[in-house]
């Protein structure tokens, strides 16, 4: 390896890789290398300012070893280029290196396996693979959202990948004190496996990763949100009930549920005006034949104190108004074989390309047009991956480039295209867009996420859970689901109605608290015999709080009053996310990091600081296991008291699930 510094950064060389390490936020140091003369200059994710930093970059000539340390992190170089990184002087992470030449360990070193793996794309990019040694008894948390139980994702191979129900943000929190950002918008594979952790590119042009190291999983999130961005201010007006539902087929629907709820003397934060109320997709505005006066709607859904979401998909049927112009002007994504068409629910479509800034102006000002200028608070930005009929990574291209090497970072800019809209009319409004896909750093462009089209059961439900509490751990603290779950095969079976409600009673305690659902069986009439239009497809069964029957009404109903009363409560825990990057859906080891037991919970979390929730995860079940930390604990509606560091049994009717509130 051939050293020298450079402006406080640490450069180091090997035949034709060039590795450059540098001081990037507190504790922390991004590690980028290429094979290339030079990097690119994306900083992707990394996109916060950066305050004035000094780096302590160490090189011994005698040993040909180097050094460089930002705080309490310090990373090594040995001669043959592996890395070692330090926390406090205390070894946390290496590079897995097992080669005769220069090689750091005491097992087998005859194999050739090194640790950053370049592997020539003919024609341009590599496959990349960085290879680390795994840490025994070490846990794994963060990464987004994937559709499995588990909270530990030691021992779990996570594609890299946007898809429904899917979001790929390659930031892991380890139990061992340090956060890593995978800083690369590509399709790829992280492995935490027992005998080595490796992070492995498809298609990328350099190694990029952001490391940071803290005392807790608190700091290291925040020390990762003031790089990547955090949450904006949240509209306190958003905090009690969304309503909606597969789907609203037209104007005099959407009035007609607003206007029972108000009967109900229930107030209605948001109503949500689902897909197919357009002509075709792509022409992005209302069928004028089931919504005439998008403007009166909105009007008097606003009188109610009721806002209105509406839905924007990115695909275009080549029969749209929009589908030539854009098609000329290079706005949509193309393939590299075959058929042009990338998406083909209800139609032959392709999907816009977010990449394009030309393309995101065109679908903004469209929807600005068609929907803002009537009075539509914010949007809905469903399959945002994007969706694509078939998830072949290696046939797309984008205007930044090949799908394989940027893909991951499309949800982000396709909301982007709404936050730049929208700031140019209203530069003070606080902003919220729906959007059913993410990167790193989404959290900054006022992104709440939810968890996709899940099916309507208890094993989802437990999925979801272990999907939002790792969510937060990897940025993204506007999280929320489709209270549920959205595929139901008939909304009128007990045991879908019994899920219904324990659901319900887990978005009580959740971001954002909204009902939806496509309620099967699909035995409604569509509305005309056309091929397209609003009227078109089918729809769901209502999906009211009123539409399962008293008993469950009333149910709901009781839970919305606890929503209510803890609204105060909600705007601290939103404040608290702007501040510092913190999730509103905690794990247990987040509050209570230094008590072992946390780290193995799975199946109770925190709202906040304060509030210990227990979901019923399970058709049947009416009590529970509830492990209570240190302190002093009440049961909110029992209201009896507890000492913490112990595991109490806790009853669970259907009417509620167990909720302690910490006392001190």
């Known amino acids: 390896m051939r050293f020298n510094e450079e402006k406080q950064a640490l450069i180091a060389k090997n035949g034709n890789e060039t590795l450059r390490i540098e001081a990037w936020g507190k504790d922390a140091l991004r590690v980028r290398a290429t094979e290339y003369p030079a990097f690119t200059g994306n900083d992707w994710a990394l996109s916060e300012p950066l305050t004035p930093q000094t780096a302590l ?184 009930l969304w309503q909606c539902k597969l789907r609203y087929r037209t104007q005099d629907e959407v009035l007609d549920v607003a206007r029972h709820y108000k009967q109900l003397g229930i107030p209605l934060d948001v109503i949500v005006i689902d897909f197919f109320h357009w002509t075709r997709q792509g022409d992005w505005h209302f069928d ?170 208890f094993a989802a439900l437990r999925d979801q859970l272990a999907a939002g509490l790792n969510m937060g751990l990897a940025g993204i603290p506007w999280w929320t689901t489709d209270v549920g779950g959205f595929m139901t095969d008939d909304w009128q079976d007990p045991d879908f109605k019994e899920l219904l409600q324990r659901w319900f009673e887990f978005a009580v305690y959740s971001p954002v608290l909204r009902m939806h659902g496509d309620r099967g069986p699909h035995d409604i009439k569509p509305l005309s015999d056309s091929d397209h239009g609003g009227g078109s497809l089918y729809t769901g069964h209502n999906n009211e709080l009123w539409s399962y029957g008293e008993d469950v009404y009333k149910v709901l109903r009781n839970q919305l009053d606890t929503r209510w009363a803890l609204k105060p409560y909600l705007e601290k825990l939103y404040q608290e996310a702007s501040e510092n990057g913190s999730p509103l859906l905690r794990t247990m080891f987040y509050e209570f990091p230094n008590d072992e037991k946390t780290w193995e919970l799975a199946d109770q979390y925190m709202f906040g600081a304060d509030y210990l929730v227990a979901p019923i995860l399970k058709l049947g079940q009416r009590e529970r296991e509830v492990y209570l930390p240190a302190g002093k604990w009440e049961n909110v509606d029992t209201h009896e008291t507890f000492d913490g560091g112990q595991t109490v049994t806790a009853a669970a009717p259907i009417e509620r699930i167990p909720v302690f509130k910490k006392l001190s």
């Open 57 to 240: 970059v160490t090189i011994d000539e005698a040993k040909k070893t180097a050094a460089i340390q930002n705080g309490r992190l310090k990373v090594t170089i040995t001669p043959s280029g592996v890395l070692t990184f330090f926390k406090d002087d205390q070894e946390v992470l290496r590079e897995y290196y097992r080669n005769y030449d220069g090689s750091v360990t005491d097992e087998s070193y005859c194999m050739k396996v090194v640790n950053r793996d370049w592997k020539p794309i003919i024609g341009g990019d590599y496959g990349l693979t960085v290879r680390f040694n795994a840490n025994d008894d070490e846990k794994f948390y963060g990464m987004g959202q994937y559709q499995q139980p588990y909270l530990d994702l030691k021992g779990c191979t996570l594609e890299l990948a946007q898809r429904n129900s899917q979001v790929s943000i390659p930031f892991a929190v380890s139990s061992l004190g340090y956060g890593m950002l995978w800083n690369n918008p590509g399709i790829g594979t992280a492995n935490f496996a027992k005998n080595k952790t490796e992070w492995h590119s498809d298609a990328t042009k350099e190694m990029d990763y952001w490391f940071t190291v803290g005392d807790t999983p608190k700091q290291i999130v925040a020390n990762y949100t003031s790089v990547t961005g955090r949450a904006p201010e949240m509209d306190s007006s958003l905090l009690g």
């Open 288 to 457: 004028k034949d089931y919504w005439p006066d998008p403007k009166a709607m909105c009007d008097e859904l606003h009188a109610m104190g009721t806002k209105v979401v509406v839905s924007v998909w990115p695909s275009v049927d080549r029969k749209s108004e929009n589908f030539q112009e854009m098609f000329d002007k290079g706005y949509l994504i193309r393939t590299e074989r075959g058929s042009i068409q990338t998406y083909d629910f209800q139609g032959d479509c392709l999907e816009i390309d977010v990449t394009n800034p030309e393309a995101r102006q065109f679908i903004w000002d469209k929807c600005k047009q068609n929907y803002y200028d009537y009075g539509i608070d914010m949007f809905w930005l469903d399959n945002a991956e994007p969706d694509y009929a078939i998830y072949d990574y290696d046939n797309y291209r984008y205007y930044l480039g090949p799908a394989l090497e940027v893909t991951n970072i499309y949800p982000q800019l396709y909301v982007k295209a709404f936050v730049d809209g929208i700031r140019t009319v209203d530069p003070d409004k606080k902003q919220l867009a729906l959007v059913r896909s993410a990167w790193a750093g989404s959290q900054k462009l006022a992104t709440l996420v939810w968890s996709g089209d899940v099916p309507s059961t």
